[in-house]
């Protein structure tokens, strides 16, 4: 089987412009004035006013209020500024304003860019971006981290993520709970990654739980991995797999519920392996 490692490819020739836009993002968010979370909030609204209203961004505030322009056209106005729209883990009993409100403008940021046509399937643009909004947003994140669009949380400050870790599009990574990623994970497209569970019997029963992907780990494609679910190193859950349970380090599991189906060629030893468990876990 060929080995294909991605290509490096020639800066775009309006590369100076993403380069100026991006660094001037990066000064105003080193350099808060005032309250950080009413300054995120400029920024986001600022940011995708230019974007998405160019017409109004130096007037922002009058043609908010003008009552001559469209109800359309100033309702969507108002919701660039993400101190007038409201993200679902704001009414979870939970939510604790003091850390989600910092984090809230970046959050809309992100998701509001996915949906631009500036956005699209611009990968430069969008990586660079998500990364400089993720150091912001996350309780810790690695070097070379990459996500590309349509990524989306709960909280997003419950998230950890080591080194070169890579979410491929339309995952939802509930971090409700909390997720940790180690090194070298890699989520692909429409997976979802839970760390909160509901009880059976009584919706608002909610346990919240710490879900962990262990170095080299693989989520693959339209894979879900539920609440409190350890996935041990180079462990893969495998497509449209349901891992309801931990999954063994340099396992393969499938299946709904997810069970382990091989050992991985490069495992250590499978005597080894078949012998870490983790936490009991059978499968």
Known sequence: MPYLPLRALA???????????????ADRLANPSGDVATDRALLCRDTLAELLHPEYAANFETALNDESLPLGTRLSLS??????????????????D??????KPLLWLWYSFDR?????????????????LAERIFKRVGRNFKAFQHVEFSFGHNMEVGDDVV???????????????GNGVSVSDYANIYSHTHSIVEQRDVTNALTVLEDGVRVTYHATVLAGVHVGEQGMVGAVAVATKDVRPYHVYVGIPAKSVRVKPNAPSPHTVL?????????
Do not use: K
């Open 275 to 283: 012998n870490t468990s983790g936490r009991g876990t059978t499968g």
């Open 116 to 132: 631009t046509p500036l956005a699209g399937q611009n990968v430069d643009l969008g990586v660079r971006l998500r990364r400089l």
């Open 79 to 96: 919701t660039l500024d993400p101190r007038n729209v409201t993200l679902e883990p704001e009414y979870y009993g939970e939510c604790d």
């Open 11 to 25: 800066p775009a020739p309006a590369a100076r412009i993403a380069d100026a836009w991006l660094e001037r993002i």
């Open 98 to 103: 003091a850390r989600f409100q910092p984090v």
């Open 167 to 181: 979410i491929h599009r339309h995952v939802l990574l509930d971090d409700r709970g909390g997720i940790r990623m």
